[in-house]
């Protein structure tokens, strides 16, 4: 064969090539940001209308992202803020309306600290994906009857609702850091501390409700105690708006099955 032909030949392997490579580059990106935002990778798809616009703006968000300056909260931080947990909770029995706002500014006060933007819903969303795709969904419905709330035309069912959604995002904010959760399992058995969760069972929400456990070595009965009714103890964190009555000296508030009804 000529020159000529084996230029050409060389010539489609190595576009070949690069095109395998470029797909292969591209696959394994969708699957990277589909993994790490979860459903809101579809949700961007269905908004920006191609999958290659909707890649364009997460990674956008991944790059904001990484210019927030994000601290975790120190374990006595996390239990002050799931103390007013339950002050809020426990106003959802008399005020629904109010205690969903004030669920709502409790969460937003926890990202501030965090280190999250905390003026205009879109732009949280967008900076809370990156970490909490999974749980964007949930925060978005809450923030849809807290806004039917305003209205007065949210139902009870609907309230009770929104304070699961803001309780998912609450708690995935307090998260416990992985290193603590590696310090918490060295402990001896028999300890006041949860290995998984990183803080004292004894005010762990899931280790309350009805039934039984075994948080502290002793048959857990259910019953939440209240603390005083005007507040937290002195240096208790601080909350926004109506979220800063919200505070309550007592256990962690109840799991998402357990909310309270009126």
């Known amino acids: 064969m000529s020159t000529a032909i084996w230029v050409v030949i060389a010539v489609v392997v190595v576009a070949a090539l690069v095109a395998v490579v470029f797909v292969a580059r591209s696959r394994a990106q969708t699957q990277r940001l589909k993994r790490r935002f979860g459903p809101e990778y579809d949700r961007a798809v269905r908004s920006a209308g191609s999958r290659s616009a909707a890649e364009r703006e997460l990674r956008s968000r991944e790059q904001r992202h990484e210019e927030l300056q994000l601290q975790e909260l120190d374990p006595a931080r996390r239990e002050q803020y799931r103390e007013q947990w339950v002050g809020v909770q426990e106003r959802f029995v008399d005020t629904p309306e109010a205690a969903v706002e004030q669920a709502n500014g409790l969460v937003t006060v926890v990202m501030g600290e965090r280190g999250y933007p905390t003026h205009g819903f879109e732009e949280k969303v967008a900076h809370l994906s990156v970490e909490h795709g999974r749980t964007m969904d949930r925060y978005r419905r809450a923030h849809a009857i807290s806004g039917r709330a305003a209205n007065g035309e949210a139902s ?31 402990r001896a058995p028999g300890t006041d501390h949860d290995a998984r969760t990183g803080h004292d069972t004894r005010t762990d929400p899931a280790h309350t409700g009805t039934g039984t456990g075994t948080g502290t070595g002793h048959t857990n009965t259910g019953h939440t105690s209240t603390g005083h009714p005007n507040g937290p ?24 099955d357990q909310a309270p009804r009126s």
Do not use: C, I, K, N
């Open 156 to 186: 009870t069912e609907d309230l009770r609702q929104a304070m699961q959604h803001y309780r998912e995002l609450f708690e995935e904010l307090l998260s416990v850091p992985a290193g603590e959760r590696h310090a918490d399992a060295d």
């Open 233 to 256: 103890a002195t240096g208790a964190a601080p909350v926004a708006g109506e979220a800063g009555h919200a505070a309550a000296a007592g256990p962690a508030g109840r799991r998402d």
